[in-house]
């Protein structure tokens, strides 16, 4: 019997691949909206201030509160995407994101707690989509295939973070009212739940690896990830730059503010000048974490691959995400240093600070699902969110403004604020040498950890088939060696 035609035996193929592209861009456009929905806050945050008369405390309070209910929603989020639907998970997370933030901008003027709350509940729901869907992602690729969509994946950091900070202060310029700012992402939002509907489908936990996986309790889980020193190292060494990255965002357009008001002698800074501050900070943002994101999957999928003239190795991620954290160091602290006189200066070395910082974001998770067996990665996912939140942007400004507010005392002038601050930051670059320690110290392990995920999963390893090849090619020519002799 003749084989079919090759463009019959191409059609399923061509109909699997195009099916992952769509579950790529409906999990892409959805974190995309996640984090634009973080920053929007931040992009109206004055207006806000004078709606409500809010004070800096209680406006610091609003990304508490969102932080403090992410952190209470993404264990249980976890728990719940290593045992039960998460497709179902992802939607009804989404649903609830979509209410609590439309109904948030229709809360009125003596109602700040109400808003408060809803920006806590809003946390919840992105808490339900962050820890599942790299997940998802780790069950439909594996290896080179799985950096690469996770590369993409983790676009949505730098691009809906600057996306959320420009979109929330031009929208409300737009249509005249923070209100609009808020309540554009919500109406995407409901695009965002029709893709996930439509186009994803719960994959088989290990799928990708052919892996073997068996149910735990949630004792077992914690106890197994406690075992994986990789993990532990790499939590570590992630919630460092998370802390780095929340200060910064929070506190360097303030910091280039007291900069510009000094250089111009000015004891108040114009608000066009402080529009235009907040935009290029939101560029470099969203431009450095695209760089950042796609040279560091890159490189370190070119290393592990020994592409480029790079000797392979297997411990090229953690490496990379090493030397990321080290080269931001110097210039953060450059940044901060020149930024008193040299503006321009200031904005090129904090450029390439967030770029080096951002190395990480997708090489790091990529790392955790391959030494994570597979019914446990959400669970995973999600404390490593918990741990990163909690010590990271949670605190960081908290920590950087106290700092700021001992050294400054009871002066009130720009100069006394802007050394201040910078001072205070000064830590957020330390803190990045402390990222890169513990990432070198997960090289050491990393292989090790892999292995052992495999070997628990029963599932294909390419890097012991490697490892394997190298030694029968040793053997054979020993022997031959031994022959000629």
Same mark, same amino acid.
């Given at each position: 019997m003749d084989d079919p035609p090759i463009e019959?035996?191409? #059609?399923? #193929? /061509?109909?699997? %691949?195009?099916?992952?592209?769509?579950?790529?861009?409906?999990?892409? %456009?959805? /974190?995309l909206l996640n984090y634009m929905d973080r920053f929007t806050i931040a992009g109206v945050l004055s207006q806000l201030q004078d709606y409500f008369t809010m004070n800096d405390k209680e406006a610091g309070m609003l990304q508490t509160v969102f932080i403090i209910f992410y952190m209470i929603g993404a264990p249980i989020c976890g728990y719940l995407g290593d045992r039960y639907n998460r497709k179902m998970i992802m939607v009804t997370g989404l649903s609830i994101w979509i209410i609590a933030v439309f109904s948030s901008s229709f809360v009125t003027k003596n109602h700040f707690w109400v808003f408060l709350f809803l920006r806590g509940i809003v946390g919840i729901g992105e808490a339900s989509y962050s820890t599942v869907a790299p997940t998802l992602i780790a069950d439909i690729f594996a290896g080179a295939d799985r950096s690469t969509v996770l590369m993409i994946f983790y676009f949505a950091v730098p691009v809906g973070s600057g996306?959320?900070?420009?979109?929330?202060?031009?929208?409300?310029?737009? %249509?005249?009212g923070w209100q609009w700012g808020v309540r554009f992402t919500p109406i995407l939002g409901v695009l965002c739940l029709i893709l996930l509907i439509v186009f994803i489908e719960e994959p088989t936990r290990g799928a990708s690896e052919h892996a073997h996986v068996e149910s735990s309790s949630i004792r077992q889980d914690l106890a197994y990830l406690w075992s994986i020193k990789t993990y532990r190292l790499n939590t570590v060494a992630?919630?460092?730059?998370?802390?780095?990255?929340?200060?910064?965002?929070?506190?360097?357009?303030?910091l280039i503010t007291h900069a510009y008001a000094i250089q111009h002698g000015e004891p108040d800074v114009p608000p066009s000048e402080k529009a235009n501050i907040s935009l290029i900070f939101g560029l470099i943002t969203c431009f450095a974490g695209i760089v950042g994101v796609v040279v560091g999957s890159t490189v370190a999928q070119a290393w592990r691959e020994g592409r480029w003239g790079l000797k392979a190795t297997h411990t090229a991620d953690p490496i990379v995400c090493a030397v990321g954290s080290l080269l931001a160091m110097p210039c953060l602290y450059t940044c901060l240093i020149t930024a008193a006189h040299h503006i321009n200066t200031a904005w090129v070395l904090m450029f390439i600070g967030v770029t080096c910082m951002c190395l990480n974001w997708s090489v790091n998770m990529d790392m955790l699902m391959y030494t994570v067996v597979a019914n446990r990665r959400a669970t995973a996912t999600a404390i490593q969110t918990l741990i990163s939140h909690l010590f990271g942007d949670a605190s960081s400004p908290y920590v950087i403004g106290n700092i700021s507010d001992m050294l400054r005392g009871d002066a009130t002038t720009q100069i006394d604020a802007f050394f201040a601050l910078q001072k205070a930051l000064f830590l957020t670059a330390f803190v990045l040498i402390g990222s890169g320690a513990f990432y070198l110290w997960a090289s050491f392990h990393v292989v090790e950890d892999h292995c052992n995920a495999k070997r628990a999963m029963g599932a294909t390893d390419e890097w012991v088939d490697e490892e394997a090849d190298d030694v029968e090619t040793l053997i054979h020519n020993v022997r031959r060696s031994s022959t000629e002799d």
């Open positions: 019959l035996q191409e #059609r399923p #193929r /061509n109909r699997a %691949f195009m099916k992952k592209v769509l579950i790529v861009v409906a999990l892409l %456009f959805v /974190n996306l959320g900070y420009i979109g929330g202060a031009y929208v409300s310029l737009w %249509f005249g992630f919630t460092c730059v998370v802390f780095a990255v929340g200060a910064l965002s929070w506190w360097a357009p303030t």
